[in-house]
C-alpha cells in the first residue's frame, strides 16, 4: 500500500516540476519590453506558485503550503503595485 502512495506522490511531484519549468518558458518567451509584458510575467510565476504549493502539499507540509498560499498573492500584488504607482514612469 506505501507503493502505491509513493508512486502518486512521484507523479505529481513531477506534474509540479513540469509546471515550474513551463512557467519558466513562459517567462523566457517574453521580450523585455517590461511596461507591456509585466503583468503577463506575474500571471506565469502565478502558476509556478501554485505548482509549488502542489509540491509542498505532496511532501507532507500543509502548514507551510498553506501559509505560501496566502503570502505569495500578496506579493505579487505589492510588485506589480509598486510598479503602477512607482516614480519611473517611461
Do not use: W
Not at 509513493?6 to 512557467?23: D, G, N, R, S, Y
Not at 504549493?53 to 498560499?69: D, K, N, S
Amino acid at each position: 500500500m506505501d507503493d502505491i502512495f509513493t508512486l502518486i506522490q512521484a507523479v505529481l511531484l513531477l506534474a509540479a516540476a513540469v509546471f515550474v519549468l513551463l512557467a519558466a518558458l513562459g517567462i523566457l518567451r517574453f521580450k523585455d519590453d517590461l511596461p507591456r509584458v509585466l503583468y503577463g510575467r506575474i500571471h506565469i510565476l502565478g502558476v509556478a506558485d501554485m505548482a509549488c504549493i502542489l509540491a509542498l502539499l505532496i511532501m507532507g507540509a500543509p502548514l507551510l503550503a498553506g501559509a505560501y498560499f496566502i503570502l505569495a498573492p500578496f506579493a505579487s500584488h505589492a510588485i506589480a503595485n509598486g510598479f503602477f504607482y512607482g516614480e519611473d514612469k517611461q
